[in-house]
Structures are given as C-alpha cells and as structure tokens.
C-alpha cells in the first residue's frame, strides 16, 4: 500500500485527522506546490514478544545450520587459556 499525496496546506487544516490516521498506520506524502517535500509515516513499534508459531513461521526458509562449522567458529572466537576475573 502506498502512501496517500496531500499539500501542505491540508496538512495545516487537517493536521489532527492525518496523525490519527498515521498513528494507525496510514502513510502520507506532503506536497508544496506540486513538488513532493516529505514523508509522515507511522513509527514501528517493535515487539517483544512473539509466539512459537510466528518463529517457527519465520524460521522455515532460514538456511540450514553447520553445527560444526558454527562450534568451530565459537572456539576460534574464544581464548581458552584466558584467566578467570578472579586469577591473579
């Protein structure tokens, strides 16, 4: 969906009718004299939270995992022989 052209002036007489309509997701493209100026567009909130389904939904075209490439990876990564905060 794409975002709906209206001038400036509309933006000044209409102002609380186009945040309202942003902040429930519409998108706005303000023009002054026929040139586009400027974008209103909504903020996305980001989620915390999203259930097994949604993962799993959004994990099934993630390519697949080398766990040994990946292990090795993470021990390249790690100095082993790093002492402990306590050590002295």
Do not use: K
């Amino acid at each position: 969906m794409g975002s709906l052209e209206i001038t400036q002036r509309d933006l000044r007489s209409r102002s609380r009718e186009i945040m309202d309509a942003v902040e429930h997701g519409e998108s706005f493209t303000v023009t002054r004299d026929g040139r586009q100026i400027g974008q209103l567009v909504p903020i996305r909130r980001r989620r915390r939270f999203i259930s097994r389904q949604e993962f799993a939904a959004m994990s099934r075209n993630a390519p697949d995992t080398d766990l040994a490439a990946f292990r090795a990876d993470q021990d390249a990564a790690v100095d082993h022989e790093a002492t402990g905060a306590y050590d002295h």
